[in-house]
Structures are given as structure tokens and as C-alpha cells.
């Protein structure tokens, strides 16, 4: 089937070039990836991409369907196409590196019908070194003024049934646990009816992006959106017999469709990250690149930072959000009312303060101050939330004022329970109240199904919500973090008060999940899909990894050392220290690993990622802005393995005062997780050694001039 389509499009080619001398191809600054466009014999449009001489997208088809309008597929012709180039550089004003270059080729084909209707659409390809985007257009035109999409069906056609690193195409959460099969293998609607997870809509086998493949011959694909705004988000409908995915955008029910457009519009970017190397995927930028630059200026009100907050003790179960009830993060019930273990008081507010101070942590988040918690989990979620009134038992002025006197940041909680109706009647006064009291950055939340009913966390009504957050936040000098949020796309380029965001598995599943938590491969896993896309928001820096005096069925299944590493590993300028203060203790002092979590910078010069593999290991090495020290995190997966560190990426000339902290001897992620050693060391370009990392282990290394 596959192979008939292939050799019927390869003669179109031929025939249609001779015909016409548009340019119809665009390759990559290095050359090395290279696509062709064209029309089959209907006028249909269709893509190819070869990769070092090799096809790897074969022919891949493009269409839309409209609700009471004709299919746009067939009968195009083209009428004009043009070619570009472009080499600029931009600086992110916080980031994983200062320094941007955006490179890339561009064409541009202009598409007509021939039939009466005479529909335009645009085809606008972006071809870089390290991947490809590419968007639809539609320009301003007379038969085409505002359109209700039903489906939009771009072809990705595989060339080999490529190993898959996948997670359902959820319409509502990304929180699923990543897996690694075989593309013929992948079974998204196996992972229905997840007992974690508080909203999931699986309707049928597709995959949610960054979806991430290894061809046989090595080369890693992944594939994703860019500038997602005002559409519907993309999950991957598969096709395990013929190796092929097309487009599903995310539905709506009210709507009855995917997406409403006003033309003139222009698409998300569909893109295609292409390595020859894994960590290559980590260094690119292309999704960032394909995004407009930053419209909201100055955004210095946001420094990147560290955080502690009133959150884990919550997920473990030692205190709630809510003042009455007592409610049950393992069964989302409500407990008794008047048995309260209220988390957010005024007294461990100031504890947590206090330990922030003490430990060069800069933030404070406070989840559970405001009241609406009691029926947060309800079927009544709409109207519940107060966005400005505490709690009886949390002064708020009184933690404001101990907070600014030890010189610690507030960072206010706004979850909606998933009424953004509710949300968005709010957050005007919401945002006044936290800039009165010099608060700066907000962490959102959505848990629980999107009322109303019939709207998902990933269609275009919320896509339009998170913007309107991120845009009335920017007006008013406020930078989010949106838990449940829609996938990053690289707007943070554009809009950069878009600090950090969840989607994907937290630390928090470690907690109350009921099905053993994060296994040691997930965040080798999550390092080359989700962080693909942009920051986020994982919280490590858990000490007590099995917390039994709280709950004696779940625990973190990673060693201590490599909750250290997660601080490089991952990228976000906002970093949670997540344990609760006791947990950091150790015979009265503070436990001396958390130096490291003091000393680790934020706010990145560079990255560079040193070696990993997909799903098994990774080494990261970031240097800090301004004071140009190096950090480096490593992490394995459930094998304990030998890594060869060498230092050549150091500045010639320059020694380093460095410090080791790595697994102990008898490591394990559950025999024996806490079993650290902390080792100081001169480190030069010259230096080389080799660190055994256990099982579900890692090591972190600060190196300071
Ligand atoms: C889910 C978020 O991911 C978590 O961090 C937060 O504590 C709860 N919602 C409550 O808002
Ligand atoms: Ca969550």
C-alpha cells in the first residue's frame, strides 16, 4: 500500500517539474536535511524530507476539512513560490543560553484552486540544521472568511517502524508516563482509565507531542508544534500498519469541530526535530526560532530563581490545602470535617522562610492560603475559588512582611479547579492584589475536567484561556507558571512572563500515585521528550526518598545524588527545593548535599549536553550567567553505569574549585538511596575521570572559579 503511493507520487514529480520551474525544494544551512514539495496528479499537496541523503518523511499528504464547506485537498495548482534565508541572532532574557542563532531557508508556495471557489492557501517552510517546521497560511481572500475546522490531516509517513518514546493523546493531560515500543506497537488507548489521573480523554490511538523516535540506522526524530495560538493543539493519530501519523487536533464539543478560524491565519508550526546525536535534540532551538520575538519587553521583574513552599507535605499526606475537611490526595476525597491539618498557616509559612533565608533559597510558594479548597475536588468547581481572601489561620500582610524582612520572594498560588470562567473574572483584581503586595510570578493550576463540560485542557477554548492569562500577566509585569497547562511551544520567545510550566508526570505522582510513582527511566526519558519543548516545572530535591513516616507504599525511586542532578538535568528558571525543612536535616544541621541545591545557579550562559542515550542516561553541563561557573548533572535510568567525564568544554587557562556529589558504594534507588558521597576537586580543561553512577542514580558537580 505504502510503497504503490511512493512510486505514484515519484512519477507526479516528474511530470509536474517540467511543466512549471517554481522552486519547490528547500534544504538546510549545513544541507543535510533537505524537502520537496509538490502536487500529485489530483492537485493534492504532499511533502518529502531526506535526511543525509535518505528519505525519512516519505510522501505525506496535506488537507483540511471544514464543517458546510468543501474539502480543501485536491485541485490546487501552484501560482507562485519563493525562496529565503535568514541568519540572525537573539538574546533570551533568561534561558538555557544568552546567545540564539536562528538560521534557516525558507520557501513559500503559494496554492489556488482551480475550481471556481479559487481557495488560497500558503505552505511556508522553515528548514534549519537541526529540524524543519512548516505552517499553512491562509491569506485574506474572497471565498474564505471565517471556517470552522473539522480536521486538519498532515501526514508524517515514517520510512521504518522506529523505536517511539510515547504518551497518549490525551485531549486533557499530559501526565501519562512515557513508552518505549516499537512504532507498530504503540497502543494509546491501553492507557485509558488511569486511576492517577483527575481529568483523561483518550478517544482514540494517537500521541501527544514531543513524540521522540530512533530510526535503525540511528537518527532521532521528534516531532511537535510550534507557536501554538488560537488553534486547537496537535496530538499524532498513528497508523501502525503503514508507519504513518496525521494530525488530530483536539476537539471541542460546544464547538462541534477543532477549531474556529478568521482568515487571514496562519497555522501552528508543525515541526520535526532531526540528530544524528540524542543530546542534540536537548541543544536545539528551533522550536523556540519558529516563535515570534518578545512583544511584552522588559521582564526584569522575574528573577530565575530557587523556591521552597507549603506543596510536598500536602502530597504526602502530612498537611492539606484546606482548612475544614481534611481531604485525601491518594482518593480525592474530603475527610472529616473538623479534623483539620490545615498546611498553609502564618507559623509555617514563617518556618519555611526562615530555612529559605538561611539557605540562599530565594522564593516562597504557598499553596492552600486562599479559601475555596474544601470544594476544590467537587462537582461544584465553578464559583468555588477567592483569589484574594486568606484563610482564618494565614495572615497574609503578617507573612508578606516576614518574608520581605528575610529578603524572601512570595509567589502566589491561583489553582482553578479548572473554571477558567471563574479564573478569568478574577484575575484582573487578582493581579492588582499581588502587585499591591509586590508579588511578581503566579503558579496556576487546572486540575479536574475543564467546565464546561464538552471543552478539553487542550482544544482551542483553553489555548485561548492560557493566552489570556500569559497576556493580562504581562500587562501587568507578572510572569506564571501554569500546572495542567497547555503544552509549551516556545512561546516563552514571544512572551517571556512564561516562566515554567508542568505538563508531564511531576515529582508529585512519587507522593500519591498507585502505581509505584516515576520509574528510574522517566526522566531520562522526559530529558528527550517533554524538556524538548521548553521548561519545566518538575520539583526535585526530595531528601526523605521514602518518607515512610507518611506513607509507607509510595517513595521516590531515584538516589539522593540524583535528585541533586534533576538541577541541571532539567531545565526551568524557577527550581523547587521540595522537601519539607525537616527532611533537609541531618544530625541538627543541615544536610550537607543541600549546599548543592544553595550553589546551583538558574539562569544559564550555555548548555551543553555531554552524552545520553533516550530513556537510559544523560549528562547536562550549564554555565551560569554572570558568574560564569559551571554546573553538571548526570542521571541513569534503573542500570547502574560507568560515565567518562572530560572537561575540554572549559575555557583554556581557567581552574575550578569543584565539588562531586555523587552516589555512594552501595547506591541503589531502593536498597539504599540515600547513600551519598560529596568529594572536593580541582577541576582544569585538561581533567578527566570517570564516576559510577547506581541504579536510579546520578551525580551533580558544581565547579566555581
Ligand atoms: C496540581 C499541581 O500539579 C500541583 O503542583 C498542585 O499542588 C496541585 N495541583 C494543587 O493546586
Ligand atoms: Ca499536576
Not at 511556508?124 to 481572500?141: I, M, N, S
Not at 484546606?322 to 498546611?343: C, I, Y
Not at 462537582?379 to 500582610?397: A, C, I, K, L, Q
Not at 512564561?498 to 527511566?521: K, L, V
Request: include cysteine; glycine fraction near 8%.
Amino acid at each position: 500500500m505504502k510503497k504503490i503511493a511512493f512510486i505514484l507520487c515519484a512519477t507526479m514529480f516528474m511530470v509536474s517539474c517540467k511543466d512549471q520551474s517554481y522552486p519547490l525544494n528547500a534544504e538546510s544551512p549545513n544541507s543535510k536535511i533537505n524537502i520537496h514539495f509538490n502536487l500529485n496528479n489530483e492537485g493534492q499537496p504532499y511533502y518529502t524530507v531526506n535526511f543525509n541523503n535518505k528519505t525519512i518523511i516519505d510522501t505525506s499528504y496535506m488537507s483540511f476539512q471544514f464543517k458546510d464547506l468543501p474539502t480543501l485537498k485536491n485541485d490546487f495548482k501552484i501560482v507562485n513560490s519563493i525562496v529565503g534565508t535568514a541568519d540572525e541572532t537573539w538574546q533570551m532574557p533568561w534561558g538555557e543560553q544568552l546567545n540564539v542563532r536562528n538560521h534557516y531557508n525558507e520557501l513559500v508556495i503559494n496554492l489556488e484552486e482551480q475550481s471556481e471557489t479559487k481557495r488560497k492557501l500558503n505552505i511556508h517552510f522553515k528548514v534549519y540544521d537541526d529540524g524543519l517546521g512548516f505552517r499553512y497560511e491562509f491569506p485574506e481572500q474572497d471565498h474564505l472568511k471565517e471556517v470552522l475546522i473539522t480536521d486538519e490531516n498532515t501526514e508524517f509517513n515514517l520510512t521504518g517502524d522506529h523505536k517511539v518514546w510515547w504518551i497518549p493523546g490525551d485531549w486533557d493531560i499530559y501526565e501519562h508516563l512515557y513508552n518505549e515500543t516499537k512504532f507498530s506497537e504503540i497502543n494509546a488507548l491501553s492507557k485509558q482509565n488511569n486511576p492517577n489521573l483527575n481529568a483523561t480523554y483518550i478517544p482514540e490511538n494517537a500521541v501527544n507531542t514531543p513524540v521522540t523516535m530512533k530510526t535503525d540506522e540511528g537518527v532521532y526524530l521528534s516531532f511537535h508544534e510550534a507557536d501554538l495560538t488560537n488553534y486547537a493543539g496537535m496530538t499524532l493519530k498513528v497508523d501502525t500498519e503503514n508507519l504513518n501519523m496525521v494530525s488530530e487536533l483536539v476537539g471541542s464539543d460546544i464547538l462541534g469541530g477543532k477549531a474556529k478560524i478568521s482568515i487571514p491565519f496562519n497555522t501552528p508550526w508543525r515541526t520535526i526535530q532531526m540528530a544524528e546525536k540524542a543530546g542534540d535534540l536537548i541543544e536545539s532551538k528551533m522550536i523556540l526560532n519558529l516563535n515570534d520575538p518578545n512583544i511584552i519587553g522588559d521582564v526584569s521583574y522575574f528573577t530565575p530563581m530557587k523556591y521552597v513552599g507549603i506543596w510536598w507535605e500536602m502530597h504526602i499526606g502530612k498537611s492539606t490545602w484546606d482548612l475544614e475537611g481534611s481531604q485525601d490526595m491518594n482518593t480525592f476525597t474530603t475527610g472529616k470535617v473538623g479534623t483539620s491539618r490545615h498546611g498553609a498557616t502564618t507559623e509555617n509559612a514563617k518556618k519555611y522562610i526562615d530555612f529559605a533565608s538561611q539557605n540562599g533559597i530565594k522564593g516562597l510558594l504557598v499553596e492552600g492560603w486562599n479559601t475555596g479548597w474544601d470544594k476544590w475536588i467537587s462537582n461544584e468547581r465553578e464559583g468555588v475559588f477567592d483569589f484574594m481572601t486568606p484563610y482564618s489561620d494565614y495572615n497574609f500582610e503578617e507573612v508578606m512582611s516576614y518574608a520581605k524582612e528575610k529578603g524572601v520572594e512570595v509567589i502566589m498560588h491561583h489553582e482553578t479547579s479548572a473554571a477558567p470562567r471563574t479564573y478569568e473574572k478574577q484575575m484582573d483584581v487578582a493581579y492588582d492584589f499581588m502587585k499591591a503586595n509586590g508579588i511578581n510570578s503566579v503558579k496556576t493550576g487546572y486540575v479536574g475536567k475543564i467546565i464546561p463540560k464538552g471543552e478539553y485542557h487542550h482544544g482551542q477554548w483553553m489555548v485561548n484561556h492560557y493566552q489570556k492569562v500569559l497576556e493580562e500577566a504581562a500587562n501587568k509585569k507578572i510572569a506564571v507558571n501554569a500546572h495542567e497547562p497547555i503544552k509549551a511551544t516556545g512561546k516563552r520567545r514571544t512572551y517571556p512572563n512564561a516562566i515554567s510550566r508542568e505538563g508531564m508526570r511531576g515529582q508529585e505522582f512519587n507522593a500519591w500515585a498507585t502505581d509505584g510513582g516515576n520509574p528510574p527511566s522517566h526522566l531520562p526519558t522526559v530529558a528527550f521528550t517533554r524538556m524538548l519543548s521548553g521548561p519545566f516545572d518538575f520539583t526535585p530535591g526530595v531528601f526523605n526518598i521514602k518518607f515512610n513516616e507518611y506513607k509507607k507504599d509510595n517513595q521516590v525511586n531515584t538516589t539522593l545524588a540524583q535528585q541533586l542532578a534533576l538541577y541541571v538535568v532539567i531545565y526551568s528558571p524557577i527550581e523547587m527545593a521540595s522537601d519539607l525543612p525537616e527532611h533537609y536535616m541531618l544530625h541538627g544541621k543541615v544536610h550537607p548535599a543541600f549546599q548543592f541545591i544553595t550553589d546551583v545557579g538558574v539562569d544559564w550562559q550555555q548548555s551543553k549536553v555531554l552524552n545520553g542515550e533516550v530513556g537510559d542516561f544523560v549528562t547536562i553541563a550549564r554555565q551560569e550567567r554572570e558568574t560564569g561557573n559551571w554546573f553538571i548533572g548526570g542521571i541513569t535510568d534503573e542500570h547502574s553505569r560507568t560515565i567518562e567525564l572530560s572537561f575540554d568544554f572549559l575555557e583554556e587557562g581557567q581552574t575550578f574549585q569543584a565539588v562531586l556529589y555523587k552516589d555512594g558504594k552501595n547506591a541503589h534507588w531502593n536498597n539504599n538511596p540515600t547513600d551519598i558521597e560529596i568529594e572536593n576537586l580541582t577541576i582544569n580543561k585538561d581533567s578527566k575521570f570517570t564516576i559510577q553512577l547506581a541504579a536510579g542514580g546520578g551525580f551533580a558537580i558544581s565547579l566555581k572559579k
